[in-house]
Each structure stands twice: as C-alpha cells, then as structure tokens.
T-cell receptor, first 119, second 113 residues
C-alpha cells in the first residue's frame, strides 16, 4: 500500500555539520509537510508545499533550515550548520487537496520520521 | 494567544473500558480541528477532522465531538483495545491563512489487560 517514505531513519552528527533529510510523498499527492517533534515542544509544523511551491515556511528557522521540492517525488529538508538543539524527530507528511476542496482539510499521511541527534 | 490544551496528560485504563480525552482551545476563528493517534516510534495517524460547523465525527471505535461555543473537543474511545495504547494529539488550524497550526501536547493512553 502507498506510504510516505523518509531517509535516513536515524542520523547522528556533530554540531556544525550539514544534515539533509529526504522524503518521498505518496504518488499523486500535491501537498507535503515537514514537522519536527521533541519532548519539550511536541509537534511543530516547519513548512508545507503545494504543487511543489512553498506555501508556508514560517515555522522554520531561516538562517539554517531550508526546504525544497526538486520534483514531485522528492522533498528535502536541510540543516546547515546543525546545532544540538536541532535534535528531534523530523516527520514528513503528504496529502491530496482536490479541486474545490477546502485547503487544510485533507488527510495527511505521515512518514516514519527521521530521528536526528546532533552532538 | 492561540493555545490548545489537552487533558489528562496521561491515562491508564483496562482493556474493554471506554475513555474520553479532552481538548480545550483558544484558537478563534478556526478552520478545522484534528485528532491524531501516534504510536511510539511512529508518525501520527489521522483519526478525525472536523470543521467548525461539525459537532461529531466517528472513525470506528473513535468518536470526536466539538463544541464551538465552549471551545472544547473530546475524543471518545469505545471498548478499548491494547492497540489503542498511544499518544493522542489534538491540532487546531486557524481560519486565517498564514496562521500556524496549533498543536496540543498530547494525552498518553495506556490500555492494560
């Protein structure tokens, strides 16, 4: 069955290193979301795309984080340089907004997450 | 300030029993309210989505209710199963475009045999 896939599943890196996380949304979905989850903050929305265009990235620290969709089958979240406070689980989710459907009501399907530890 | 508060923080119940989780929010106006279930080590799974005009939505043994007047939502789980053990997260989407989703901290439910 169709699933959102994320790579890598786990990443340990040193402070200052670049980290790239990848997401393959469900084929045919036109919205992609990046979330971060920590024990202290819970779930936070970092960015979301519709038809590959960024619609909202206000939740993302702009100085070190960047999110892109090079094509419809790949979304990336990059952190450069990484810091220990970036340690979290990063989830990607995708959804389908149909023509005429109210945006924001689509079901989001989450990937398994990338568990990032920055030392 | 837009906030979503969930209660209780954690809950332990016996298999087969019913339970109700609460979500109080101050987000207003809002577009929709969602409940997610998140198993340990996994991504959240959507259970229900309700717009401001809906007051109940069911998904199997899960029933969500919404009272827009009191700004409260609840998630009722009927005949609980061991597999219901998870974190349940309430999320509210503000009506105004550009406002970020507001997440609750979640309720951790443990179902014991």
């Amino acid at each position: 069955d169709a699933r959102v896939t994320q790579t890598p599943r786990h990443k340990v890196t040193e402070m200052g290193q670049e980290v790239t996380m990848r997401c393959q949304p469900i084929l045919g979905h036109n919205t992609v979301f990046w979330y971060r989850q920590t024990m202290m903050q819970g779930l936070e929305l970092l960015a979301y795309f519709r038809n590959r265009a960024p619609l909202d990235d206000s939740g993302m620290p702009k100085d070190r984080f960047s999110a892109e969709m090079p094509d419809a089958t790949l979304a990336t979240l990059k952190i450069q340089p990484s810091e220990p406070r970036d340690s979290a689980v990063y989830f990607c989710a995708s959804g389908l907004v149909r023509d005429g459907q109210v945006e924001g009501k689509e079901t989001q399907y989450f990937g398994p997450g990338t568990r990032l530890l920055v030392l | 300030k837009n906030q979503v508060e969930q209660s209780p923080q954690s809950l332990i119940i016996l298999e087969g029993k019913n339970c109700t989780l609460q979500c109080n929010y101050t987000v207003s106006p809002f577009s929709n309210l969602r409940w997610y279930k998140q198993d340990t080590g996994r991504g959240p799974v959507s259970l229900t989505i309700m717009t401001f005009s809906e007051n109940t939505k069911s998904n199997g043994r899960y029933t969500a209710t919404l009272d827009a007047d009191t700004k409260q939502s609840s998630l009722h789980i009927t005949a609980s199963q061991l597999s219901d053990s998870a974190s349940y997260i309430c999320v509210v989407r503000p009506m105004e475009y550009g406002n970020k989703l507001v997440f609750g901290a979640g309720t951790i439910l443990r179902v014991k045999s």
